[in-house]
Antibody
Framework: QVQLEESGGGLVKPGGSLRLSCAAS????????MGWIRQAPGKGLEWVSY????????FYADSLKGRFTISRDTAKNSLYLQMDSLRAEDTAVYYC?????????????????WGQGTLVSVSS | DIQMTQSPSSLSASIGDRVTITCRTS??????LNWYQQKPGKAPKVLIY???SLQSGVPSRFSGTGSGTDFTLTISSLQPEDFGTYYC?????????FGGGTKVETK
């Protein structure tokens, strides 16, 4: 059974940093592209970033470039999101998700398996 | 960036009703369009991918149509468990974008 479990969220002051982790089980996450999506309280979904199965290709939402860094550790079957220079508007639940295999073939793809999310609150 | 315009933003319908949600994109995305359902406090779940393909395990009352810039999610006969918020999402190009959501409430 595929499971994704995020951790690392919490309360941080503006300008601070947090590192989110996403532990995968039930499948070899390194075979898949993986990504992060966030949802501010009471708001819609916003894509943050995704990383290729090899880790060589990274994509970010334009508004986050330079502050957030996605990475993965294949040995630990884990995905990470390093968040620096945090702002109040980064307050959200952060979900990790796997991307369906269609992305390998430049075919339609979707966010397949999702974690339960971890809450990041940025406030003084 | 590809803008996603979803409508309506909310709706209230009776059990058994046919419900239709539309999603319009700012440029053609072929069939690179997905639909998700989200319930309060839970992660989204994909219902339809590639505009019209039903995800495994999703009831057949859900269907998707469209191509290019105009897409539709239809629930043929609304059930009590279908309450929640529905989002469209394009995977044609980065940045990946979501529609603003449609909150479905049962009367």
């Amino acid at each position: 059974q595929v499971q994704l479990e995020e951790s690392g969220g919490g309360l941080v002051k503006p300008g601070g940093s947090l590192r989110l982790s996403c532990a995968a089980s039930g499948f070899t996450s390194s075979d898949y592209y993986m990504g992060w999506i966030r949802q501010a309280p009471g708001k819609g979904l916003e894509w943050v970033s995704y990383i290729s199965s090899s880790g060589s290709t990274l994509f970010y939402a334009d508004s986050l470039k330079g502050r957030f860094t996605i990475s993965r550790d294949t040995a630990k079957n884990s995905l990470y999101l390093q968040m620096d220079s945090l702002r109040a508007e980064d307050t959200a639940v952060y979900y990790c998700a796997s991307l369906s295999p269609g992305i390998w073939f430049r075919e339609p793809f979707y966010f397949d398996y999702w974690g339960q999310g971890t809450l990041v609150s940025v406030s003084s | 960036d590809i803008q996603m315009t979803q409508s309506p933003s909310s709706l209230s319908a009776s059990i058994g009703d046919r419900v239709t949600i539309t999603c319009r994109t700012s440029q053609s995305i072929s069939n690179y369009l997905n639909w998700y359902q989200q319930k309060p406090g839970k992660a989204p779940k994909v219902l339809i991918y590639a505009a019209s393909s039903l995800q495994s395990g999703v009831p057949s009352r859900f269907s998707g149509t469209g191509s290019g810039t105009d897409f539709t999610l239809t629930i043929s006969s609304l059930q009590p468990e279908d309450f929640g918020t529905y989002y469209c999402q394009q995977s044609y190009s980065t940045p990946l974008t979501f529609g603003g959501g449609t909150k479905v409430e049962t009367k």
